[in-house]
């Protein structure tokens, strides 16, 4: 065989990325919210596509993109010249009853309709301004101190600049900020961290307010460093009464102001949920909130009518209505995907499904897609911001994938289990005496797992634990 011979075959062996596979790919690594936005958005640009409605039979699982696509290609060659007026008038007309009102109606439905946004903190403030009892004057002062109130609560300009600003006494913003200072949230327009603690403190009970006011104004850097023996000792009072404000003082919040804040942490839906029926585990794709598509009916019954159009527009409803079908088999392949992968999990990792983290087995990706028979690549896709509510907790999918410590008897423990023996070897120590690095690793030398201190490290510093100097409590 000649070398162009087996170079053309080498080229027509090698996957070409056509538009088709392209969208299969990136629906497999979207993110469930991202996936509805996605579909969202073809339900706009493609004219054959159409959202099934709730009360209607069928969702993306009852209604299999194998037989619309064989349903599809049957009607290829029936296709003809399609009567484009009656296509638009009857795809009106099912726009309107689709939604679920006619044209008469709708205006009367868009008007019952409101859109809400979050409250934020200069609103919250401002509402409680004007609910209270102030002279024209201080509304105007605490108008302009609200308005210089950062996203954490704090009063970022001083008194003087206030009252140069307004050419008024310093005093008279004095005792308006006093005022706003004890609106809700409690700590709020405070200049700094010791003035918001003591303002969360005045609406503590006395037995605990007085402590925590000495311990804030005259021993924060004793505090700091737990150095609460020296506390007691500058208080006359027992150490006992200092660790129990101290606790809370830890429980007083830092940034009054960050729940109005822009809420930038992800809402987690699962994608599937892994529940115990007996003994075994069912595994359940979650549907919820996904459009459920189809192949507008109204678009299929003209395919098989004669009428007058262009070679051109024909094209473009026959490319439009490929796009439909791939879409729809991209999604079919994709929860069925997520499905296999947790299927896989469960089998990999029973122990922990059944005992918790402590029980986490080593798994990497090439497992589970010779298990699966998938490629590395598309476990991969399908393990990325893809979640599972299990017995345990909510995970993400990639949760389950993790390195392995060697274990004396020449088994393998997964790293996640390996943190959490070092989390529980930390919660249980004595705060006088923290477990260091090298005491845990030799603790954990004595379980059979072969650790090293810097590894220990490296491990506590992932779930976020101080090191021993800084966990040691001083009394």
Not at 46 to 57: A, C, G, I, M, R
Not at 388 to 397: D, Y
């Amino acid at each position: 065989m000649s070398a162009e011979i087996r170079q053309d075959l080498r080229l027509t062996q090698q996957l070409v990325m056509t538009p088709q596979l392209q969208m299969a790919i990136k629906l497999l690594q979207l993110s469930r919210l991202d996936l509805i936005q996605q579909l969202h958005q073809e339900l706009e640009q493609n004219p054959v596509l159409e959202q099934t409605l709730d009360t209607e039979k069928g969702n993306l699982q009852e209604t299999p993109a194998g037989l619309a696509a064989d349903d599809t290609e049957n009607r290829k060659d029936n296709t003809g010249d399609i009567d484009w007026q009656t296509y638009i008038e009857e795809h009106a007309e099912a726009s309107r009853i689709r939604h679920g009102f006619e044209s008469g109606e709708e205006e009367e439905t868009e008007s019952d309709l409101s859109l809400t946004k979050k409250t934020t903190l200069t609103d919250h403030l401002t509402w409680q301004l004007h609910l209270s009892d102030f002279t024209p004057k201080e509304t105007d002062i605490g108008t302009l101190i609200i308005g210089n109130i950062d996203e954490n609560g704090y009063l970022m300009i001083t008194v003087e600049e206030i009252a140069s600003e307004m050419n008024i006494n310093k005093d008279e913003v004095e005792a308006v900020l006093k005022k706003i200072q004890q609106f809700d949230p409690v700590g709020i327009a405070a200049r700094d961290i010791k003035e918001c603690i003591l303002i969360q403190a005045t609406f503590l009970p006395d037995k605990n307010r007085v402590i925590i006011e000495e311990i804030v104004n005259k021993h924060l850097n004793d505090l700091e460093k737990k150095n609460y023996k020296k506390i007691a000792k500058a208080l006359n009072v027992h150490i006992s009464r200092v660790i129990d404000a101290v606790k809370v003082i830890s429980h007083l919040e830092p940034r009054p102001g960050r729940a109005f804040g822009e809420d930038e942490s992800q809402v987690i839906i699962p994608d599937v949920y892994i529940q115990k029926v007996g003994n075994d585990y069912v595994i359940l794709l979650n549907e919820d909130g996904l459009p459920k598509l189809r192949i507008s009916p109204y678009y299929r019954d003209m395919l098989a009518k004669n009428g007058s159009a262009s070679d051109n527009v024909k094209s473009y409803i026959q490319e439009r209505l490929r796009s439909a079908v791939w879409l729809i088999k991209s999604i079919h392949q994709r929860q069925r995907t997520i499905y296999r992968v947790a299927e896989s999990i469960v089998k990999f990792h029973r122990e922990f499904m059944d005992n918790g983290i402590g029980f986490l087995k080593p798994l990497i990706l090439r497992d589970v897609a010779r298990d699966i028979g998938m490629h590395e690549s598309t476990v991969s896709r399908v393990t990325t911001n893809k979640y599972a509510h299990t017995p345990q907790g909510i995970f993400e999918l990639k949760y389950f994938f993790n390195s392995g410590i060697s274990k004396d008897d020449g088994s393998n423990i997964a790293a996640e289990s390996v943190k959490e023996r070092i989390r529980k070897l930390i919660s249980s120590e004595n705060p006088k005496k923290p477990l260091s690095d090298q005491k845990i690793s030799k603790l954990l030398k004595g379980s059979g797992i072969d650790i090293a201190r810097r590894t220990v490290a490296k491990y506590r510093e992932a779930i976020r634990i101080f090191s021993s100097t800084e966990r040691r409590v001083r009394f």
